[in-house]
């Protein structure tokens, strides 16, 4: 029986091996320079660039940067605020998407090939790993898309 003492070990060490394990991916596997930006515009919708920097933890003036960079290669799409001229929406474009999925799919194949390695590990012990982040984060079928 699990006591309240290993449910909160047992998710100390959810949270360092889950971080292990993207850290271990990006050094892996070279992102696009802008590649969270897309993540977050998929995770959250639409954003303004204010509200963009702060999900990013950056500054606004570097969000808009990296919004300009992301615009040129056609992965966002940057058009004024219809509730405030001063300010723009960046939307995440079907470019933009296809280039997420990609190196969502690359990364895949990559945790795949690991969990593969450990032949002690099923798909259903990885399905269960899903199920409970994806609760946890609240980004279930059935929920909208989770902050955090």
Known sequence: MTTDDDLQELSSDLVVYAARLV???????????????LSLLDEHGPLGITALAAADRSSQPTMSGTVTGLAGKGWVEKRPNPADARGSVVTLTDTGRRELNRV???????????????????AQDVATAVAVLRDVLGTGPDTEKGTL
């Open 23 to 37: 850290r271990a991916v990006r050094r892996a596997n070279e992102l696009p320079a802008g590649f969270r930006i």
């Open 104 to 122: 969502r799919r690359m990364n895949g194949e990559l945790v795949a090939t690991r969990i593969a390695a450990h032949h002690e590990h099923t």
